[in-house]
């Protein structure tokens, strides 16, 4: 009995000291775009200016990582002035009141491919989503490691309370239902 109670004693402390690695965002090398259609024949792209991520992984190939995402919705840039302030205006992410769209999730890897699960949060409306995750691999470089990341799904931007739309007199609405987003990130490892 006390060979039992000394390796389960051992299992638990092996448990509790498995290595934790915090990752940050190299923002200078890391991109946050969305597309989405426009006028039913074409499509209009913007992206976040100011977003950040955190990660902490607690294996080589970042399975079961924690991942935090945030991007302020005032920084929307579309290179059209006068649409990122319709952008930000309450007939979409009406950023006065809700600054910020917010993920928090898990990598997960199913059948050997790699997804990012969790909840998306846009004007207080948090729904499960998942992204297919491409992960990059990391490498060793200038004193530190990086990893890199891309991500890409779809989400229906009226379910998150973003209903604005006109209908076109030939059919269609003039913005596309479908979002769909394009993140290519790369993360340092922190001291």
Not at 82 to 94: A, I, P, V, Y
Not at 120 to 141: E, I
Request: aromatic letters at 12%.
């Amino acid at each position: 009995m006390k060979k039992f109670n000394t390796l389960f004693a051992a299992m638990l402390i092996a448990g509790a000291t498995v290595a934790q690695t915090n990752w940050t965002l190299d923002k200078g090398h890391s991109s946050v775009a969305f597309s989405v259609a426009h006028m039913v024949v074409s499509e209009t792209t913007g992206n976040f200016k100011d977003f950040d991520v955190k990660a902490v992984s607690k294996s080589e190939d970042f399975v079961g990582a924690e991942v935090e995402f945030t991007a302020k919705t005032a920084s929307v840039f579309t290179d059209n002035e006068k649409r990122d302030g319709h952008l930000k205006s309450d007939d979409f992410f009406n950023a006065e009141k809700f600054p910020e769209i917010k993920f928090k999730g898990t990598i997960v890897k199913e059948g050997g491919k790699y997804l990012l699960k969790g909840n998306l949060t846009m004007r207080d409306v948090t729904k499960p989503v998942t992204f297919d995750l491409t992960y990059g691999g990391k490498v060793k470089a200038y004193g530190g490691e990086k990893a890199g990341f891309k991500f890409t799904g779809k989400v229906n931007r009226q379910e998150f309370g973003l209903k604005f739309n006109k209908a076109l007199e030939g059919g269609g609405l003039v913005v596309g239902d479908e979002v769909e987003f394009t993140c290519k990130i790369e993360l340092n490892k922190a001291a």
